[in-house]
């Protein structure tokens, strides 16, 4: 599995747009890019998955360039709420079964 | 989307005894789950790989006697800590893969279990 890196953490206040961005240069060609996020003392929850382009829902937008070596979750006017833990994975993942490799993540901090 | 339970969400042991986690696709069958564990503040880390019907497939560095698993149905998965020591005192999670609302297969977690040896 392509390996992933991270900012760490990263701070924002509500109402603002966050954009985490993650590398992964030795992404193949048929992999795709998948965000979760994590809560304390939860199981990740899926955000959003894409190949190229952008991907839009109703959570998140994911933007990632043509060479695909990396891409950018965008969180739109967040909350308190969206503290949590932003996991990139990258993988064949949207057949489901390949198990997951996660990296650190960034912890997004987000104050009043 | 799909739903995966654990059960239980929290316990506490004493040291030398065995614990079992449960791991429940609620409303699909999965054929496969996957078992994680995670220390405080510190990522996920995959442990095994549960196949129902056969045996489960462990990552390098997990001990297979120690965390026993079991998937006996298409919608169960149970991880048996056997011997537990405070070190293994962390947070457990499953998942299973399940088909997504944009027609592709996605990973599902469950709550995750806390675990608590004394």
């Known amino acids: 599995l392509a390996k992933t890196t991270q900012p760490i953490s990263m701070d924002s206040y509500e109402g603002q747009e966050v954009n985490i961005t993650c590398s992964h240069n030795n992404i193949a060609t048929n992999d795709y890019i998948t965000w979760y996020q994590q809560f304390p003392s939860q199981g990740p929850r899926f955000i959003i998955q894409?190949?190229?382009t952008k991907v839009t829902n109703e959570v998140a937008s994911l933007f990632i360039p043509a060479d695909r070596k990396s891409s950018t979750l965008s969180l739109p006017r967040v909350s308190l709420s969206d503290t949590a833990v932003y996991y990139c994975?990258?993988?064949?993942?949207?057949?489901?079964?390949?198990?997951?490799?996660f990296g650190t993540g960034t912890r997004l901090l987000v104050s009043p | 989307g799909a739903v995966v339970s654990q059960h239980p969400s929290w316990v506490i042991c004493k040291s030398g005894t065995s614990v079992k986690i449960e791991c429940r696709s609620l409303?699909?069958?999965?054929?496969?789950m996957f078992w994680y564990r995670q220390f405080p503040k510190q990522s996920l880390m995959l442990m095994a790989t549960s196949n129902e019907g056969s045996k489960a497939t462990y990552e390098q560095g997990v001990e297979k006697d120690k965390f026993l698993i079991n998937h006996a149905s298409l919608t169960l998965s149970t991880l048996t800590v056997t011997s537990a020591h405070p070190e293994d005192s962390s947070f457990y999670i499953c998942?299973?893969?399940?088909?997504?609302?944009?027609?592709?297969?996605?990973?599902?977690f469950g709550p995750g279990t806390r675990l608590t040896v004394l």
């Open positions: 894409g190949y190229k």
């Open positions: 994975l990258v993988g064949k993942m949207n057949t489901g079964f390949q198990k997951l490799v």
């Open positions: 409303d699909f069958q999965a054929t496969t």
């Open positions: 998942s299973a893969p399940g088909l997504a609302g944009g027609g592709y297969n996605e990973q599902f």
